[in-house]
């Protein structure tokens, strides 16, 4: 059986090689032949770690091929596509013209008796949608993803769960088949396509509303003689709770949960259900942003500075993805009250995002704390962890990296975020 992947970005791409590595025949399809001529050549297109080393494996076990002929895939009995499905800004709902043009495709040159699955994120309903819509009546099913940028390998290949969402027994067994070297990891939930399409969105919600809470409550911490790593295990070792995801920070984003959180949120609407837990998430995640911003400037104008040193501004550590990273609407806001920042990001020492044209990186973190006497963590790259600072440095760990009482001794200012704050006032 070979298995074709459509769209070759972060989910895509490790799908096809992970499958490659357990043995199975895999073509990935994307339609930037730039990416597919770099693939060709060995070359990763994006940063993740053991991505460069899993590429050269697959390629050389002959597993893999990568092409931007959608012809080459005519021989796929299955096809997963994984292409991307942004927020449409004027809707609010997910722009599916990616998803469509890749059916289209998938239509003209599949076999009757091939499967498509779609990995992607989608609006509950797409997969019957779609299923209607198209004549030749391909079969759809539906597997979402959980992989996590910066992990993506290690949780393709070590999955808590398989959801596997199908329209018949037929499709069934086929996923069941490719994904049955992962049986004694993983539990593999049956179900319908459209209640698979929702576990998707219901999980990534549920995180988005878990770390939003713990950011209302290290904000809360910050008013009392308080400690939210304290609070965070004594209620995460609650197993109804658990300790995941209780580490407050920036405030969430990615190219996940903000979109996937607003385009449930919109479906509800279009459904005319309230549901205000949901409807919330996006409200608090903004005025965490926006509490952060300002704690940012009260403690520039105390100490009299201009100029903010920044440490990292990816949403997370070992990706380079800046989708919806809290810096884009942290870092704007500090322009806005005339302070100028001066950036160190290790995903990208010579160039820059272009979200943040504007903005002034260096390429290396000594950069920044020789020309900066506030210090602000925004993203918790390893580099970050131990450094020795200025004697007169002033940091805001808002990652909460940063040992209290080492900082004391050092004499440093320190700022965090819920942990015995000593205040911006
Ligand atoms: N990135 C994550 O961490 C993650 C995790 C779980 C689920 N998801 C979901 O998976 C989907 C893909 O996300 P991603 O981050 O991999 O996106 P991405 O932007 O990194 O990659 C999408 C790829 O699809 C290609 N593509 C678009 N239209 C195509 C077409 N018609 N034919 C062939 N290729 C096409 C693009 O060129 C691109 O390479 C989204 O729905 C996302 O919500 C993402």
């Known amino acids: 059986m070979i298995i074709a992947v459509i769209g070759a970005g972060y989910v895509g791409l490790i799908t096809a090689l992970c499958l490659a590595k357990i043995g199975k025949s895999v073509i990935c399809f994307d339609m930037q032949t730039?990416?597919?001529?770099?693939?060709?050549?060995?070359?990763?297109?994006?940063?993740?770690?053991?991505?460069?080393?899993?590429?050269?494996?697959?390629?050389?076990?002959?597993?893999?091929?990568?092409?931007?002929?959608?012809?080459?895939?005519?021989?796929?009995?299955?096809?997963?596509?994984?292409v991307g499905t942004p927020n449409d800004p004027k809707t609010g709902s997910s722009d599916l013209s990616y998803l469509y043009s890749a059916i289209e495709s998938l239509e003209n040159v599949l076999s009757q008796s091939s499967t498509i699955v779609i990995k992607s994120t989608v609006p509950i309903g797409t997969g019957e949608d779609i299923y209607k819509k198209y004549p030749k009546k391909l079969s759809f099913a539906s597997c979402p993803e959980f992989l996590r940028e910066g992990s993506a390998i290690y949780d393709f290949m070590n999955p808590e769960r398989i959801i596997i969402?199908?329209?018949?027994?037929?499709?069934?067994?086929?996923?069941?088949?490719?994904?049955?070297?992962?049986?004694?990891?993983?539990?593999?939930?049956?179900?319908?396509?459209?209640?698979?399409?929702?576990?998707?969105?219901?999980?990534?919600?549920?995180?988005?509303?878990?770390?939003?809470?713990?950011?209302?409550?290290?904000?809360?911490?910050?008013?009392?003689?308080?400690?939210?790593k304290d609070v965070s295990l004594g209620i995460g070792l609650d197993s109804r709770i658990g300790k995941a995801f209780l580490n407050p920070g920036p405030g969430f984003g990615g190219s996940c949960f903000p979109k996937d959180v607003k385009a449930l949120s919109t479906t509800a609407q279009n459904h005319a259900k309230e549901l205000p837990i949901i409807n919330n998430i996006l409200v608090s995640n903004q005025m965490h942003k926006e509490y952060l911003a300002d704690f940012i400037v009260k403690i520039a104008q105390k100490y009299n500075q201009n100029n903010i040193g920044i440490l990292g501004v990816t949403f997370k550590a070992n990706t380079d993805d800046m989708r919806d990273s809290a810096s884009l609407t942290i870092l704007p806001m500090l322009k806005s009250k005339g302070l100028n920042a001066i950036i160190y990001d290790p995903a990208y020492t010579n160039s820059k995002p272009k979200e943040l044209d504007n903005f002034n990186f260096v390429n290396n973190l000594q950069g920044v704390l020789d020309s900066t006497k506030i210090i602000v963590v925004l993203t918790e790259w390893s580099e970050f962890k131990g450094l020795n600072f200025n004697s007169d440095a002033i940091i805001i760990d808002f990652r909460n990296i940063y040992c209290i009482s080492d900082m004391q001794k050092q004499n440093i200012k320190y700022y965090n975020l819920g942990r015995l704050n000593e205040g911006a006032n």
């Not at 050269?56 to 005519?74: M, P, R, Y």
């Open 34 to 82: 730039d990416k597919i001529e770099s693939l060709k050549n060995g070359i990763a297109p994006f940063l993740e770690p053991g991505l460069p080393e899993l590429l050269q494996e697959a390629t050389n076990s002959g597993k893999v091929k990568f092409t931007s002929n959608i012809n080459d895939l005519k021989d796929s009995s299955i096809a997963f596509v994984c």
């Open 165 to 228: 969402g199908t329209r018949n027994d037929q499709d069934k067994s086929r996923i069941i088949d490719i994904f049955g070297y992962f049986k004694d990891k993983a539990e593999f939930v049956h179900t319908n396509v459209t209640t698979a399409e929702m576990i998707k969105y219901a999980a990534n919600s549920f995180l988005a509303m878990k770390v939003g809470f713990i950011n209302e409550m290290a904000r809360l911490c910050d008013s009392f003689d308080a400690n939210i």
